[in-house]
Each structure stands twice: as structure tokens, then as C-alpha cells.
T-cell receptor
Framework: GENVEQHPSTLSVQEGDSAVIKCTYS??????FPWYKQELGKRPQLIID?????GEKKDQRIAVTLNKTAKHFSLHITETQPEDSAVYFC?????????????FGKGTHLIIQP | SAVISQKPSRDICQRGTSLTIQCQVD?????MFWYRQQPGQSLTLIAT?????????ESGFVIDKFPISRPNLTFSTLTVSNMSPEDSSIYLC???????????FGSGTRLTVV
């Protein structure tokens, strides 16, 4: 089955700087790659996603890049703010057109230092 | 986007008993999934709840321990059977398809087994 590796496990950045979180996946058939933000005690919230036919996607301060050949994808957050502090999870889903569940990475605890 | 109601939000249960968790969506969805999130860890897919047929379980999860129902396109239940302290986790339902783009999560059920 799919295996998703996520690095780093903890990331501390100064407010205003950029943060990058990286994930690799094992199943070349996976074609959907979402990123979730989870604040303490709350549900995971989808912040951005990308499909395998696209190399990059942006939404304001957040961007995701995908390298299908290398089987890795990354989350980029620019101009970080205190409210960006949370745990971020990457995930991958197979080719079932939404019929497959998600395999998650272990998460990155992002700390924004004021 | 779809509104997902999950009940109960939390419970404390005695070992050896069972708890049924409900997931109700305010619109028809194609797929419903159940995940477990152990304290401080990532999310693990338990099973896919198939409408009108038996659920599809991931490796390490079995029907006798986690029976699942999905009688229609908006509702599913997960039962945690014969509970032990190791079952203490957050259980989350997730949906996709229909009016839901991507995978959306319910608010979770925090289960403590004593």
C-alpha cells in the first residue's frame, strides 16, 4: 500500500519568514495530494491540494509543488504569521477517483516565533 | 461545503464495552471513511464505509472490532467493540463526492477507555 513520509517533524521559523514542508510517497498510481492544517483539539482542515496533472498550485500565501517523477510534493508558506502555528499533514490518495481513502504523513509541528 | 455532524463529541467508557459513533452529512456524498488519530499522532484510515454493502477495511483493522454501517448516502456509524485502553483515540469520519470537493472531516469523537 501507499506510504507517505513527511519532514521535518518540527519546524520553527521567525514570523514573516517562509516555511517549507516536504513529503514523499511510494505509490506511483497516487494522483491526489492534499495538505491539512490541524490546530489543537480541532479537526483537520484542508488548506490546499494538488492533482497529479498539475505541477504547482498557489492560494495567496500558500503553494504546493508536485514532482511526479521523484514522487515528492512540498508545502510552501510565505510571510508566516502567528496564526500559521499548527500541525500540518500531507496526504496521498490513489487513482480511484475519490473512492480511495487518504494515507497521511506523520505531521509537521510548525511554530511561528514572534 | 457539506456540514458533517459527528456524535458523540467525546465519551469515557469502561473496558469491555462498545461505543457507536454516528456521522451525519447534510448532503449526499459519494464516499465516507473512518479514521483513527491516536494522541499526538497522525491519522490512520480504518475503513471505507460502502453504502448498502460491507465496509472495506485497511490492514490491521477487522470487522469484528470495528463494525461499520452505511445505510444511505448521508449517514454512517462506526462501533468500537470490546474496548480496551489501547482504543483511546480520536475517531473521525471523512466524506468526499457529491457537493464535497476534496476530503472533509467531521469534528471527531474523543474516546477514553478506562
Amino acid at each position: 500500500g501507499e506510504n507517505v513520509e513527511q519532514h521535518p517533524s518540527t519546524l520553527s521559523v521567525q514570523e514573516g519568514d517562509s516555511a517549507v514542508i516536504k513529503c514523499t510517497y511510494s505509490d506511483s498510481a497516487s494522483n491526489y495530494f492534499p495538505w491539512y492544517k490541524q490546530e489543537l483539539g480541532k479537526r483537520p482542515q484542508l488548506i490546499i491540494d494538488i492533482r497529479s496533472n498539475v505541477g504547482e498550485k498557489k492560494d495567496q500565501r500558500i503553494a504546493v509543488t508536485l514532482n511526479k517523477t521523484a514522487k515528492h510534493f512540498s508545502l510552501h508558506i510565505t510571510e508566516t504569521q502567528p496564526e500559521d502555528s499548527a500541525v500540518y499533514f500531507c496526504a496521498a490518495s490513489g487513482p480511484g477517483g475519490g473512492a480511495d481513502g487518504l494515507t497521511f504523513g506523520k505531521g509537521t509541528h510548525l511554530i511561528i516565533q514572534p | 461545503s457539506a456540514v458533517i455532524s459527528q456524535k458523540p463529541s467525546r465519551d469515557i467508557c469502561q473496558r469491555g464495552t462498545s461505543l457507536t459513533i454516528q456521522c451525519q452529512v447534510d448532503s449526499q456524498v459519494t464516499m465516507m471513511f473512518w479514521y483513527r488519530q491516536q494522541p499526538g499522532q497522525s491519522l490512520t484510515l480504518i475503513a471505507t464505509a460502502n453504502q448498502g454493502s460491507e465496509a472495506t477495511y485497511e490492514s490491521g483493522f477487522v470487522i469484528d472490532k470495528f463494525p461499520i454501517s452505511r445505510p444511505n448516502l448521508t449517514f454512517s456509524t462506526l462501533t468500537v467493540s470490546n474496548m480496551s485502553p489501547e482504543d483511546s483515540s480520536i475517531y473521525l469520519c471523512s466524506v468526499t463526492g457529491g457537493a464535497v470537493g476534496g476530503y472533509t472531516f467531521g469534528s471527531g469523537t474523543r474516546l477514553t477507555v478506562v
